[in-house]
């Protein structure tokens, strides 16, 4: 065994455990990332977790890319807040339009902005 036995498997160390990504591997699995998310936009598909099978029948090459280049763990997360940014971004327009037809009702009942 010499100096350099972990450059034989990069993904574990000798001692088993496993190796942080480095910036190279993780600007791959954000790149991975961005083009699975990208097809998925295409086919308007949100949720690849419940929509896993229709999302592999149309971005079959880009959620493999995203699979190889990315730890299971990433894949969850990046999943998970792809769909919680959704259902934020339309809480947050639902709620401007709520408040947009709160003031037109406030305005046409005669209250002024001081």
């Not at 160390?13 to 991975?32: H, K, L, M, V, Y």
């Not at 990433?74 to 940014?85: A, G, P, T």
Request: hydrophobic share 30%.
């Amino acid at each position: 065994m010499g100096w350099l036995s972990w450059s034989s498997n990069p993904g574990q160390s000798s001692d088993g455990g496993r190796i942080a990504p480095n910036r190279t591997s993780r600007q791959r699995c954000w790149e991975a990332r961005d083009h699975f998310f990208f097809c998925l936009d295409n086919n308007d598909i949100i949720d690849s977790v419940k929509g896993d099978k229709d999302a592999r029948k149309k971005c079959g090459k880009e959620i493999a890319e995203f699979e190889s280049a990315c730890s299971t763990a990433w894949l969850k997360y990046f999943k998970e807040k792809r769909v919680m940014e959704y259902n934020r971004d339309k809480t947050i327009e639902r709620i401007k339009k709520e408040d947009a037809a709160t003031v037109q009702d406030l305005k046409s009942q005669g209250w002024t902005a001081r």
